[in-house]
Each structure stands twice: as C-alpha cells, then as structure tokens.
C-alpha cells in the first residue's frame, strides 16, 4: 500500500466534516484540512496541495460545481487529482453534472465507514503513478532546459568561434588576394619601368624605337589600370554589356611576349639562366575578347612557365585555326607537375612555391579563358614539362561592343579643371591643349566656384575628393548658378562612385581614373556635343 496521501474536506455541515476528519485518522490518515465555508477551499488548495478532494454539492455562497470548476482551472487537463463528490442527491440528473463538472467519484450520505476509506484508497493508489510520472516529466524538463541552455551557451560560443575564424580566414584571404595583386601589378610595373629606362638610357634614340618603347609603356599601364578597374568591380557580376571588340591573337602573343621580355630574358640573364620563347604563329581569323585580360593571361602563363624553369629552358607559343575558331598552345620544358598537381594547379590560392606563390596565376588564367567562352586543358608530366592547350572557338559567340560615337566638338572649349593634385592638372592642361582648348585650373572646389563666379567655362572637370570643398558640394553650387553647366567628374574611386555618393547627381558623366586621352576626347564630345 502506498503512503497515505494529502487530503481536503470540504463540507458546510461541521458534523460531517469531524466524521469524516475521524474516519480518516482511524484509518491512518494524518494530512489533512478541512472547511465548512467552501470560499476558503480555493485558497486551502493552493497552499496545501492535496492528493484528493472530498466536497459536499449543496452549499451556500460557493456550490461544489464551483468549487471544482475553480479547482480544475487550476490544476489543468493533464493533472490526475480525485474529487470524491459527498451528497445525498444520487438522481442520475445530478451524478452526470457533477461527472461534467470533474467529479472522479461518489460517497452518498449517510457515509458507510469502510466505503470512505476504501475508495479514498483506491483513489490515491490511482493518482500514485500520475504524479511519479508528473514528477518525472517535471525533472525531465528541468534536465532539456538545462541541456537547451548549455547547448545555447555552447552554440553561442561556437557562433563567436566561428566568427573569430571567418575574421582571420577574411585576413588570411585579403593577405593572400593582396600577394596576387602585388604579383600581377609587379608584372605591369616591371614592364613601365623597364622600358622607361630602356628610354631614358637608350643610346639608341631613333623616333621609331621611341615610340616603340612609349607604346610599350601605355599598353602595360592600360593594362594595370584595367587591372585596378576589375578589383573595383570586384563584387559585381559580369554582364553581357561588357567591353569586347575584334583582336588578332597573333599580336596579342607578340606583345605579350615583348612586355614581359624584363622578367624572362633580362632576369634570367642576370640569374645565370636562358630561357628562349619561340613563337609559331598561324594564320588564323580574329577573335572577339578583352585585350587586356588576355594579355594578362598570357602573362601568367609565361611568368609560370620562367618559375617552372630554374635551370633555364623554352617556352613556345602557337597559335592555329582549328574548326572555325582559334586555338593556341602554350609549352615549357621546365618541371612538370605530377597528376595531383595537374588536377588541382587551376584551383584558387593553391601553390607548389610555397611563399613564393600565391596561387592566382594559373586560376586568373582559367577565369579568363571561362569568360572568354573558351576551353583550357592541360597535360604534364614531371621532368617532361607542360602544355596548356587554349580552345577559343566560342569568341566567336561573344556580342560585339557598339561603335562610338562618331560626333566631333564645333570648336574648343573654355575648360575648368578642378584637382589638388598640381601633377594631374599640369596632365590635364597639355593633354587638352594639344586639342587647342583653353584651360584654367583650380587646387580645391572653393578656389573653382570663386573663378567660376567671374569666368565663363564651356565644361568643368573635377576630381572627387578634395580639401575645403569636394565635387559634391562644388557641383551642387555650380548647379545653382547656371543649371545646364556641364560637369564630368574624374575619381580615382571608379566609375561607379556615382552609385555611392548621391551628390554626383549634379555631373553628367564620371569617368574613372587613370583615362586615355582617345577616352577624355570622347568624354567631351558625349557631354558637350550632347
């Protein structure tokens, strides 16, 4: 038998209530309490918490319905708690209400002894296990809370885990990105600054290999600027509008080789090495791309193929019509690679040169040729060297860029260049003036808007960001004293600073720096000839 549990009387017949309290403690019953005034039985419960209820029906100011309703309000659906109905109306009528109002069972006045603590009994043996399991449940909960809020703490200090180590894999990315910038931007300046000495030492002065060497230089500084330009555009995706135009591979492959000469051939030579390039050039139809990264990528190319070749060796390029496109063949004696670095040399930031390397150069490569709607595959061997077989048959599926303008300026124009840079504005003037334009410069916006107050200007040129007052704030005001005043804006920021600064609203145009005079020309026209 079960220990005898708590039990509540509720009675407004005093008489019974003593009955009741001395059966229970003849039968070893010791917990319980007892009211004749049924209003205290709500609050006699919550203290108390009994195990089971024995209540009368007929009493005045609360009814036992009330009592139970009140009492299963508390304890809710999923609690097993007995309330024996006392009563001595046992019609059928009153037994099914006191069954819907929560009655468990019935003890009928007069009490039969035996019958009361029988079926009290019986009751508590039933409710026995409800509670254990209640119990268990209770601790079960208690245990998932506690489990949930160590797995809180846990996922929380995994998120600033997680967030530590996305930081430094940002770093460690940004270092690594910041080696192939410093890579394929060393490639151009080895280029400008090889060929700037070449002519400034030269004592071969003839105007041909002057201008040689000068367009020598501009391609590889179009090129690095072209380079600045895709890491501004970084973050966005590539679009069919972009610029694309008809090219002959062939020269694209002499020029390659002609900038990059400083690094194969002087700088092998001073290491005690020879490496030849030997070109065997087809007749092939043009291609439509970029010139600009597909120098680049002939640039990685040949930069992989000296540093696979420490001892020296060849490099030969070919290019031929295979099908209707193009295909090109790029082979080195050097090193090779085994089949595992075959299979994984195209992958981002993966190197065999350890600090050396940044493991861009063949993956810029693959990006290229990908975008160019071509086909790259490779094949090496270790000690046998490597071949990187170039299908550009699908350039031919790429749109072509529209023809500019063909619109010419009726005169020259009164030009006020705004910089505080004394550099750029001396570049500037002569660069307009070979163009009979008539120009004024100003070293900040404030120093232009006081000039602009007593000048008469056809077109105003601003750089962006500027001492005193920068293009946004000198545009604006310009805009208010003459609303049809053209304005270009040149920034170092890209051309798409416009989408950033809503001020650039008031210029016409923006255009990115470091820009061709052939793309200032056209500027003018576009914005003045409008």
Request: charged share 25%; proline share 5%; net charge negative.
């Amino acid at each position: 038998m079960n220990k005898p549990g708590k039990i509540l009387i509720v009675d407004d017949e005093p008489a019974n209530v003593r009955l009741l309290e001395r059966i229970l403690e003849l039968s070893g019953f010791d917990q319980f309490v007892s009211t004749s005034d049924a209003r205290q039985a709500v609050d006699l419960f919550q203290v108390f918490q009994p195990d089971l209820i024995l209540t009368d029906l007929h009493m005045p100011h609360l009814d036992g319905f009330g009592v139970m309703a009140k009492i299963r309000a508390l304890t809710g659906p999923q609690t097993y708690l007995p309330i024996v109905v006392l009563t001595a109306d046992i019609t059928p009528e009153m037994r099914r209400r006191a069954l819907e109002a929560g009655a468990t069972d019935f003890l009928v006045k007069p009490f039969d002894h035996m019958e009361v603590v029988l079926r009290i009994r019986n009751l508590l043996e039933t409710r026995s296990p409800h509670v254990q399991l209640q119990q268990q449940n209770a601790t079960l909960e208690e245990r998932v809370r506690d489990r949930t809020s160590r797995l809180e703490e846990a996922l929380s200090e995994l998120k600033a885990t997680q967030q530590q180590v996305i930081q430094q894999e940002r770093f460690r990315a940004l270092g690594t990105m910041a080696g192939g910038i410093a890579h394929d931007f060393n490639n151009a300046l080895a280029s400008i600054l090889g060929y700037s000495e070449l002519l400034l030492h030269s004592s071969d002065k003839s105007p041909e290999k002057i201008t040689t060497y000068a367009r020598t230089i501009v391609t590889a500084a179009s090129d690095a600027a072209r380079m600045v330009a895709r890491l501004r555009e970084f973050s966005r995706p590539a679009t069919n509008s972009e610029f694309v135009q008809a090219l002959n591979l062939n020269e694209l492959v002499e020029e390659a080789v002609t900038l990059t000469l400083p690094k194969w051939k002087t700088g092998a030579l001073a290491s005690g090495l020879t490496i030849e390039i030997r070109t065997e050039l087809g007749n092939i139809p043009p291609v439509q791309g970029d010139p600009a990264e597909l120098r680049e990528a002939l640039f990685n190319l040949i930069f992989n193929a000296v540093d696979a070749m420490p001892a020296g060796g060849t490099i030969r390029i070919q290019t031929m019509v295979q099908g209707e496109g193009v295909r090109l063949e790029f082979s080195d004696n050097g090193t090779g690679m085994t089949e595992e670095v075959r299979q994984r040399c195209l992958e981002p930031y993966f190197t065999t040169k350890g600090n050396r390397g940044t493991g861009l150069g063949l993956a810029m490569v693959y990006g290229i040729i990908h975008r160019h709607a071509g086909k790259l595959e490779i094949q090496s061997q270790p000690g046998h060297g490597t071949t990187f077989n170039i299908d550009l048959s699908g350039c031919s599926h790429v749109p072509l860029a529209s023809v500019p303008s063909q619109r010419k300026l009726e005169r020259p124009l009164h030009i006020l260049v705004v910089d505080d840079q004394p550099l750029l504005c001396q570049l500037l003037r002569e660069s307009l003036s070979k163009d009979l334009h008539t120009v004024e410069t100003a070293a900040n916006g404030r120093e232009a808007l006081e000039k602009y107050r007593t000048g008469c200007y056809d077109l105003v040129l601003t750089d962006k960001a500027m001492p005193e007052m920068d293009s946004d704030q000198l545009a604006v005001a310009i805009r208010k004293l003459k609303p049809t005043q053209p304005i270009i804006l040149l920034t170092g920021y890209g051309e798409r600073a416009q989408e950033a600064s809503p001020g650039t609203s008031a210029v016409d145009l923006v255009l990115g720096k470091p820009l061709s005079l052939g793309t200032l020309r056209q500027a003018l026209v576009d914005v003045v000839a409008a």
